[in-house]
T-cell receptor, first 114, second 114 residues
Framework: GDSVTQMEGPVTLSEEAFLTINCTYTATGYPSLFWYVQYPGEGLQLLLKATKADDKGSNKGFEATYRKETTSFHLEKGSVQVSDSAVYFCALRMTTDSWGKLQFGAGTQVVVTP | DAGITQSPRYKITETGRQVTLMCHQTWSHSYMFWYRQDLGHGLRLIYYSAAADITDKGEVPDGYVVSRSKTENFPLTLESATRSQTSVYFC?????????????FGQGTRLTVV
């Protein structure tokens, strides 16, 4: 079945460091790909998305490029802040799924220290 | 207030008791979803719904039931709670799935079964 694999955390970084969170997927068709963020005590918020190969999603300084050849959607940010401390989830949604169900990875906790 | 709200935010219940988690959204979204979040598993889909009185099972439906008599409400009931159902539960809603459709999540209910 369709699945998403993320690098395990926690990832601990100093402020202004470069962040990469790896995400790869397995899918029988062509999914849309998403990154969601969960700040402490809150629900999930959509951070960015890409709907087709070579699309780049970006938001709040974060970027991710849909790479069909490597089935990847790695999240990057050039200079993290303490406020970026959160759990990040990679997810896919099959375009053929009329229900719009999301398949999530296990999540990666990111801790940014001053 | 507009949005998606879950209640209660925290619940402790005893093994064998029935408990209902509430989800209410004000956007008149057709689609609603229940996920559970567990360490190492990310979010897993329990049940979903496309409209009032239209529901279907997700990845981990055993021990849960849902109903959808009104578009805006999607309660999740644990018929006889077990310790393995200790988790954080998230409700989500979306418009009819499409390339640019975004799912919106509630703040979650932390359920502890003792």
């Amino acid at each position: 079945g369709d699945s998403v694999t993320q690098m395990e955390g926690p990832v601990t970084l100093s402020e202004e460091a470069f962040l990469t969170i790896n995400c790869t997927y397995t899918a029988t068709g062509y999914p849309s790909l998403f990154w969601y963020v969960q700040y402490p005590g809150e629900g999930l918020q959509l951070l960015l998305k890409a709907t087709k190969a070579d699309d780049k999603g970006s938001n709040k300084g974060f970027e991710a490029t849909y790479r069909k050849e490597t089935t990847s959607f790695h999240l990057e940010k050039g200079s993290v802040q303490v406020s970026d401390s959160a759990v990040y989830f990679c997810a896919l949604r099959m375009t053929t799924d009329s229900w719009g169900k999301l398949q999530f990875g296990a999540g990666t906790q990111v801790v940014v220290t001053p | 207030d507009a949005g998606i709200t879950q209640s209660p935010r925290y619940k402790i219940t005893e093994t064998g008791r029935q408990v209902t988690l509430m989800c209410h959204q004000t956007w008149s979204h057709s689609y609603m979803f229940w996920y559970r979040q567990d360490l190492g598993h990310g979010l897993r889909l329990i049940y979903y719904s496309a409209a009032a009185d239209i529901t279907d099972k997700g990845e981990v439906p055993d021990g849960y039931v849902v109903s959808r008599s009104k578009t805006e409400n999607f309660p999740l009931t644990l018929e006889s709670a077990t310790r393995s159902q200790t988790s954080v539960y998230f409700c989500a809603s979306s418009e009819i799935p499409g390339q640019n459709t975004e799912a919106f999540f509630g703040q979650g209910t932390r359920l502890t079964v003792v």
